[in-house]
């Protein structure tokens, strides 16, 4: 796919914070697969880019056509495969998942430690649920999903519970100190058990990040930060990225 002009200014563009914003199929991904492409043509590393997307699938594809780009632009087919062209290719979640068992002495993990999938944190708070009571009241407490549904957007929003309610779960309002003691519940059973959720990843990455001293030196490790449908980003996710590159060089971010 040939890009516009528009589009190529923005592959092309130099090291400068930039931000991308453009509607749904506009080709923004194209786009940022072409600036991939681009930074490693001019001779970035590309273990030193490092590459966030919101899905698994993501990373890989736009991996895979940053690839086919850099082959082309060479004149020759690649013989590298896409792990090893962008080893830091993935989800927020994947690369806090790698980051915090490189860096578990640092943040007080065991580097090997459990992470529980959704189904299984749902289940967790659905057994504390079960025996705080909270499931047998007159009125119907809220289910699993929807408690975890809150527990993680207090998480990546950082807003105090009462605020979250209000703005998202107005019907749960007269749960709130219910509520709270389920999710101090449920921080204290994942801690007896050394397991963590993925709300915790990136809660975890956060704090990290907060120590300027090693958000520099995680920051240094990259030369280049890509970020695709930033628009999705949440609070803690916005927060890690202004930790690791507080002046923006580098830092690319595409959205709507």
Not at 3 to 21: C, F
Not at 72 to 85: E, F, H, M, N
Not at 118 to 133: M, P, T, Y
Not at 200 to 211: G, P
Request: hydrophobic share 45%; glycine share 6%.
């Amino acid at each position: 796919m040939e890009l516009n002009p528009a589009q190529r200014r923005a592959a092309e563009a130099d090291d400068r914070p930039l931000l991308i914003i453009a509607g749904a199929g506009t080709g923004k991904t194209q786009t940022l697969a072409h600036r991939v492409a681009a930074l490693i043509a001019r001779g970035a590393d590309p273990r030193r880019i490092l590459l966030l997307t919101f899905s698994r699938r993501a990373a890989q594809e736009m991996t895979r056509r940053a690839l086919r780009i850099v082959a082309a632009l060479a004149g020759r087919r690649s013989a590298a495969t896409p792990d090893a062209a962008l080893p830091w290719a993935g989800t927020f979640h994947a690369i806090a998942n790698r980051l915090l068992r490189q860096h578990a002495p640092e943040v007080g993990l065991d580097p090997a430690f459990t992470l529980l999938d959704r189904e299984d944190s749902a289940d967790l708070l659905d057994r504390l649920r079960h025996e705080r009571g909270l499931a047998r009241t007159d009125r119907r407490f809220p289910r699993k999903g929807t408690c975890l549904a809150i527990y993680s957007s207090v998480v990546n929003t950082q807003e105090p519970l009462r605020d979250c309610l209000r703005a998202r779960f107005p019907w749960c309002l007269e749960w709130e100190e219910p509520l709270r003691a389920l999710f101090a519940a449920y921080v204290d059973a994942k801690a007896a058990r050394a397991v963590l959720d993925y709300d915790d990843l990136l809660l975890y990455w956060f704090h990290f990040m907060a120590d300027a001293a090693a958000a520099a030196r995680v920051g240094a490790r990259f030369d280049h930060v890509l970020v695709d449908e930033y628009q999705d980003t949440n609070t803690l996710q916005a927060d890690i990225l202004r930790s690791m590159k507080p002046d923006g060089r580098g830092v690319t971010v595409v959205g709507d």
